[in-house]
């Protein structure tokens, strides 16, 4: 347990509407009297009766992490570096995952010269789970890769099946082959006929257009 004030801000620059904090030692966090306005993280200390303050954090070198990633919902850890005033520095925060209720930080501890580290329990800790709408064909595309899938095997099952079975080669191995032949002839019918109705529309409209009055 480290005595002291820890002040912290995880995704921006700490901001203090009152009583910002008095210190020595904040030349990489604003200056003394600007303390905390340019660094995400701060601990006061009081050393022979003063205030000293030391930079945990700078919003640039926050790094996001999962705490476990066997279980992602389990929270995350921000890790915050000193920056150059204080290299040896660092605070990591751990939020875990709590939806409806907010605790902490409870407690500071200090490991080497001048990493903290602290614990709170907060919704942000939570894994969402984004959905993939807009991504996709959708229920068209499954739809669309079904019927492909059946007609696929309708041609492969019958090919084998005549094949095997009855005997037929060549093109004629193909199920109703007849039909599958035809197919391009009856849509090239069916383009001409409404290019017709339409383009002949047209073209009537327009010799009615131009014709002469007697």
Known sequence: MVSGC???????????????????????????????????????????????????GHPSSSKVDIIDKEDPGKGVIVKMLGGSGNPNCSLSVSVICQKYKVDGPLTLTKSGVCHYATEMRHPSGCAVAISGHGS???????????????????????SLYRYFSLGIRGIEVIPNSDFWVTVPHRIQSCFGSLFQRFGGSSHGHQQASYSRVN
């Open 6 to 56: 820890l002040l912290h801000q995880l995704c921006d620059m700490l901001i203090f509407n009152h009583d910002s904090p008095r210190c020595v030692g904040c030349q990489d966090c604003g200056g003394p009297s600007h303390c905390g306005t340019s660094c995400s993280a701060l601990l006061s200390e009081n050393v022979r009766g003063y205030d000293v303050c030391s930079s945990l």
């Open 136 to 158: 996709g064909w959708g229920w068209f595309g499954t739809l669309l890769i079904i019927i492909l899938c059946l007609f696929g095997a309708y041609l492969l099952g019958g």
